[in-house]
């Protein structure tokens, strides 16, 4: 069975950090990107953070440069989310997704190539 979960998120103040981990399971994992995405109450999904499946190479999106770090562990089949310096506009569900790649330098994490999805942790910034 393939699986990817999510565990991590909750409450936090502004300023506050949380490590998001993703979990894989039923797959070859080093052969995928692995992407976080968020959505927020009534606005559309977007993509957060990529990384390639050897875990080399790395992108995100630019409000959360400088502040979120994306990482993994392929022997535990794990991938991470670092959010230091949270705000309450990153209040949102977040999802891993994966995305399988050519090779694995490739960082590459489109919603829409994403094979495999998990169910999201929620993550609120408020005081």
């Known amino acids: 069975q393939t699986l990817l979960v999510e565990s991590g998120g909750g409450l936090v103040q502004p300023g506050g950090s949380l490590r998001l981990s993703c979990v894989a399971s039923?797959?070859?994992?080093?052969?995928?990107?692995i992407g976080w995405f968020r959505q927020a109450p009534g606005r559309e999904r977007e993509r957060v953070s990529c990384?390639?499946?050897?875990?080399?190479?790395?992108n995100y999106k630019d409000s959360v440069k400088g502040r979120f770090t994306t990482s993994r562990d392929n022997a535990r089949k794990t991938v991470y989310l670092q959010m230091d310096s949270l705000k309450p506009e990153d209040t949102a569900v977040y999802y891993c997704?994966?995305?399988?790649?050519?090779?694995?330098?490739?960082?590459?994490?489109?919603?829409?190539?994403?094979?495999?999805w998990g169910k999201g942790t929620p993550v609120t910034v408020s005081t």
């Open positions: 990384i390639s499946g050897s875990g080399a190479g790395t």
């Open positions: 997704a994966a995305q399988w790649t050519v090779n694995s330098a490739v960082v590459s994490c489109d919603q829409y190539g994403s094979l495999y």
């Open positions: 039923g797959f070859i994992f080093d052969n995928y990107a």
